[in-house]
Structures are given as C-alpha cells and as structure tokens.
C-alpha cells in the first residue's frame, strides 16, 4: 500500500516553481515525516502571503492553505 501527500491548490508561486502536487510513500510514517517537512518548506520558500499545513485524512496526508487571504493575495 502506498500512502500519499497532496498539495491542496497549485498557487501561482507553486506553479512558477513547477511544484508537483502529489508524492508517495511506501510506509504512513515517512509519508507524514515527509508532509510536514514540505509544508515547511512552502512556508519558508514561497511569496509568505498565505501558509500551509498538513491535515491527516485517512491514511494520506493532505497540505492545506492556511486561512486568511490566500485567495486575495494569491493567484490560483
């Protein structure tokens, strides 16, 4: 079984960056490592005007835009 982590929205600065939208795993464990290490990078790498955060659904994990201006500030 695969576990995997989606990327909820390509915003613009993760399409400029040609960012995949969705990575697999072979074990929960690395996978979940994996999501919050992303969304990290996300935060610390992209425009800042919105964040990111990991959400647990099923057995995949799930990188959500973080409320309050995504959909004003960037370009889906």
Partial sequence: MQYHIVLEKLCLCAKQKNTEQIRSFETKEEAQEHAYEWA??????FCGKHGFDV?????????????G????????
């Fill in 40 to 45: 990290d990078t996300l935060n610390n790498t």
């Fill in 69 to 76: 201006g995504f959909v004003e500030a960037c370009e889906l």
């Fill in 55 to 67: 959400l647990e659904v099923d057995d995949n994990f799930v990188i959500t835009v973080e409320v």
